[in-house]
């Protein structure tokens, strides 16, 4: 296995190409994005240990995501076999992925509590609000650079970690580092991913609400929740999507022929 260097175009297109995914069976792709979030929203309801549950269980369910995603674009029927493709062979690991994750980040907002006295921590960890003179100081601000600055990386490394346990059951550690690398290796695929992804599904529904709302100021409150729901079931099913669309277009796997040839194909 080896990962692609891409070009800001590339990158460009991967929004696109997940349009094209969801275009294959849109019911059941919303139907999908929708179950995983209420299931995450259910898990996150259980008192005091919800959200941690929820963290360390969330590379299990994108698996289960990304394998329909898969059988979409390769206009495989989804079957139960599928779409729990690979789950129960690296469970273990896609757990333990979570959990990494979930005291990785718990360590991040430790460290930016040097900043704000515990502040961002507290918000994000215990659901405690901060208030209203603390959001406007320096200090909240600072931690929450803080935290970005060092959850960069940690987002990079698990971007394809979770695939590359389920399709190549590569170990966390192995799985982790080739997504942080194939990321940085692709920061120009990936500025040109994040630029259309400001433009449609930011900037474009944006305009469609302004315009909406802007001939109708007595019902503009209703006009906007009408057009919220059905843009939400275009754009997050064709945002998972496109996280697909990306792995599939970086990764190529290495496949012998014979004793002297292989081939490269993508995955």
């Not at 982790?176 to 990936?190: G, Q, V």
């Not at 079931?233 to 292989?262: E, G, I, K």
């Amino acid at each position: 296995m080896q990962a692609l260097t891409l070009s800001a175009r590339q990158g460009w297109r991967w929004f696109g190409e997940g349009f094209r995914v969801f275009r294959r069976n849109p019911l059941l792709l919303v139907f999908l994005v929708f179950t995983y979030w209420a299931v995450l929203a259910l898990i996150n309801s259980v008192p005091m240990a919800g959200g941690a549950l929820a963290t360390v269980l969330m590379p299990l369910f994108s698996v289960a995501l990304m394998n329909a995603c898969r059988a979409l674009d390769q206009q495989q029927p989804l079957t139960p076999a599928r779409l729990f493709a690979g789950m129960q062979e690296s469970a273990r690991t896609l757990l333990l992925l979570g959990l990494l994750y979930l005291l990785i980040s718990a360590a991040i907002l430790a460290l930016s509590s040097l900043a704000d006295g515990g502040l961002l921590l507290r918000w994000m960890l215990l659901g405690e609000a901060p208030a209203e003179e603390a959001l406007a100081s320096s200090d909240l601000l600072i931690a929450a650079q803080m935290t970005l600055l060092f959850m960069s990386p940690l987002f990079m490394a698990y971007w394809y970690a979770p695939v590359l346990v389920a399709w190549h059951e590569l170990p966390a550690g192995k799985s982790l580092f080739f997504s942080l690398f194939a990321c940085l290796r692709n920061w120009r695929a990936f500025l040109g991913y994040g630029a259309a992804t400001v433009v449609f599904a930011v900037l474009v529904p944006g305009v469609l609400l302004g315009l909406g709302t802007a001939f109708l100021d007595e019902s503009s409150g209703a006009i906007a929740k009408v057009m919220t729901l059905p843009m939400l079931m275009l754009l997050a099913p064709t945002l998972f999507a496109s996280f697909y669309a990306s792995y599939r277009d970086v990764f190529v796997v290495r496949v012998a022929r014979d004793s002297d040839n292989a081939t490269d194909i993508h995955v």
